[in-house]
């Protein structure tokens, strides 16, 4: 260890620490610094280079669809084979619900009641797995329209979402129920809820599976009548519009026409450009541990 040795301590003991000595003793915070430097350096600190506009959408949206009996008529096609109704609606509303994004959908399905298959909701993996659920013949037979469009309300009437939409499917006329179509169209209208309604399934008698006295499957043409006045009276109280799909491709176009008209743009403040810092950080850490070597070997020097 390098000293001074004096016979006694009083010769040095009032003499005061230079600004150089002092600087030598806390070269020590000096590397402290250029670390706390690099810490930055390596968080990656970012600035906005301007504020922008990101538009999104997002409304509520619930889809009705009928799964009374009548929906088994197979007068539609899918990859070029003879379906029901059912299958047909379920692979088009599929093809829908995917079309979007940042909107919150749910399933109502009705017969003679409705209940809720899925309530809102932006996991779409989940919604289309309890798609898959529906089925006719899962509630008693029947057409409560009025019922459907409830239920569907009922999903609505809460939610805060600016713009709020139901779109009922059906292929026939309301015949059972507690509530009437029209009155609960006033509460959509109410509500400032839209209806878009479909009238699915081809004109004239259609094909219907029914089973022989052997158990087997054979197809008799029967005539399933759509209430359009209804189903247009419904659509015109809600400020919505009325469809009649006769085919799969009619389908796939309706639900793609609404899909167009259903849009509510929201604009959010956010930021698409930044400016790189951790240079910055990183090029001060270095010159001070560079000050630092410099000034340990010349004039802050340590004399074994």
Do not use: H
Not at 35 to 52: E, H, W, Y
Not at 105 to 130: E, K
Request: net charge positive.
């Amino acid at each position: 260890m390098s000293a001074f040795k004096f016979s006694s301590g009083e010769l040095v003991g009032k003499l005061k620490g230079s600004f150089k000595l002092r600087l030598s003793q806390n070269l020590i915070y000096l590397r402290l610094l250029a670390v706390i430097l690099l810490i930055f350096a390596l968080a990656r600190p970012q600035t906005p280079v301007a504020d922008s506009k990101i538009q999104s959408e997002g409304i509520d949206i619930v889809m009705a669809i009928d799964c009374s009996t009548s929906m088994l008529a197979e007068d539609f096609k899918l990859g070029g084979q003879r379906q029901n109704r059912v299958e047909v609606v379920k692979s088009v509303v599929k093809d829908f619900i995917m079309g979007r994004k940042n909107d919150r959908i749910a399933i109502v399905a009705f017969a003679s009641r409705a209940y809720t298959v899925c309530p809102l909701t932006l996991d779409y993996g989940w919604l289309l797995d309890n798609l898959e659920r529906v089925k006719v013949g899962m509630v008693e037979d029947g057409t409560a329209i009025g019922a459907g469009i409830a239920t569907s309300l009922n999903r609505l009437k809460d939610a805060k979402a600016k713009s709020k939409v139901v779109i009922l499917l059906t292929d026939g006329r309301n015949n059972t129920g507690k509530i009437s179509p029209l009155t609960a169209s006033e509460a959509a209208k109410a509500l400032k809820i839209k209806v878009y309604t479909i009238g699915a399934g081809s004109k004239g008698p259609v094909p219907y599976p029914v089973k022989d006295f052997f158990g087997n499957t054979v197809y008799q043409p029967i005539q399933i009548d759509i209430d359009e006045d209804t189903l247009i009276k419904i659509a015109d109280m809600t400020g919505a519009k009325y469809f009649r799909a006769t085919d799969t491709e009619s389908l796939r176009k309706i639900y793609k026409e609404i899909d167009g008209l259903e849009k509510t743009v929201i604009e959010e403040k956010g930021y698409l450009e930044y400016n790189e810092l951790f240079n910055v950080f990183l090029i001060l850490s270095l010159l001070i541990l560079l000050l630092d070597i410099v000034l340990s070997n010349t004039v802050l020097r340590k004399i074994p």
